[in-house]
């Protein structure tokens, strides 16, 4: 196993906390839910990308790499973490962003992009995100620069193990602390570094809990397709044998709505009851939609009264900001 081998630039604050998260358990009439705090890794206001950034950042530096490059939404929390650990690492950071609006307003992670300095480009549309990175990595190349492309969310087999790493993590906290945990929430989405990461390491760890992942965008046969693979090769490039099937990952996607950011009600109520209960900051892109999963399936019983379960927090909070007036509108309703 390469895991503990692997050159880390260390930039999250780790473990991150495992709370007991009671208010939100009794509003629910629900479950235990613990909540692990990866919103809290500490970076530019954190988030999971922090852990996978650790990784990367240590293989940019050591092939020598003067700039990252890296593409993601125009309110991306990835290139946000990612800006700021470039910085962290003396390096420059260039940003692709898609924006169906050619000058989207300076708000959220966005705002701290240009704070971070990171030097921002816009593409209309998702598909011309790699080609564009690659234009600029050309470009830098010819300046004498060496650029360092990291992939939409910095889900590579390298990001991935961060993930892994994390399930490591969560099973000690879980044991130190006697909790028997039946299901493990997190977002999947079509990037997947996360939900592939820790699906892999429980499995590492012999299963001690389902990873239950729900879709915030796309369906669930689209993100498979995409977590299942990079799972696979995250466990080949660790030197694990351990393999996922098909059925070993699974994903709700009842819970999307319209699209990819785009907040459905459910997501809104959700961020609301964590903010009103816990003090807890959700986001409406990732984390909002997913505790909305947990929270119908605390209602519909397919949780039951007596388990424990975790809800991954996995960052954002600096999107709401970008998405104020959908927010202020579900909390005047
Ligand atoms: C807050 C938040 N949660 C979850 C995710 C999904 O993580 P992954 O890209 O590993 O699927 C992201 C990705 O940007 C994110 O910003």
């Known amino acids: ?20 998260a009671r208010n ?38 050591e092939q020598g790499a003067t700039v990252i490059i890296t593409t993601g939404a125009a309110q991306s ?13 003396g ?31 816009f593409v209309r549309d998702r598909s011309e995100r790699q080609p564009e990175m690659e234009r600029i990595a050309e ?7 060496r650029p360092y492309i990291i992939p939409t969310g910095g889900s590579t087999p390298l990001g991935a193990s961060a993930y892994v790493a994390a399930a490591f993590e969560l099973t000690q906290q879980l044991i130190a602390n006697s909790w028997d945990v039946s299901r493990v929430y997190v977002t999947s989405s079509t990037s997947g570094g996360t939900h592939a990461g ?3 390491g ?3 760890c012999g299963d001690p809990f389902q990873v239950v992942g729900i879709g915030i965008e796309a369906d669930a046969a689209a993100i498979r397709d995409v977590v299942l693979p990079l799972a696979n090769a995250t466990a080949e490039f660790l030197g694990v044998d351990a393999r996922l099937g098909p059925d070993d990952l699974r994903i709700d996607d009842r819970y999307v709505g319209p699209g ?63 998405q104020a007036d959908a927010l202020m509108a579900s909390l005047k309703r």
């Open 198 to 200: 820790l699906a892999l």
């Open 77 to 89: 929390n990835h290139c946000r973490q990612a800006a700021a650990a470039a910085r962290v690492a």
């Open 260 to 322: 990819y950011g785009i907040p459905t009600a459910e997501c809104l109520e959700a961020i609301k009851l964590a903010a009103q209960t816990e003090g807890l900051l959700l986001d409406p892109v990732y984390t909002g939609k997913t505790l909305a999963g947990m929270i119908d399936h605390i209602r519909n019983g397919e949780i039951g009264r007596e388990e424990t379960v975790v809800f991954i927090h996995t960052g954002g909070a600096p999107a709401l900001f970008a």
């Open 1 to 20: 196993m390469r895991l503990p081998s692997l050159p880390r630039w260390p930039l999250a604050h780790l473990p991150t906390p495992l709370e007991d």
């Open 91 to 121: 390096m420059r950071c260039v940003l692709v962003l898609s924006s169906a609006d050619a000058d989207p307003p300076a708000q959220g992670n966005l705002l701290l992009d240009y704070l971070l300095g990171a030097e921002v480009h």
């Open 202 to 204: 429980a499995r590492l």
């Open 24 to 61: 939100l358990s009794a509003a629910l009439d629900g479950p235990r839910i613990l909540i692990k705090r990866d919103d809290l890794t500490g970076l530019a206001l954190g988030g999971n990308k922090t852990r996978k950034l650790e990784y990367l950042i240590a293989d940019a530096w």
């Open 139 to 145: 470009e830098l190349r010819r300046q004498g620069e």
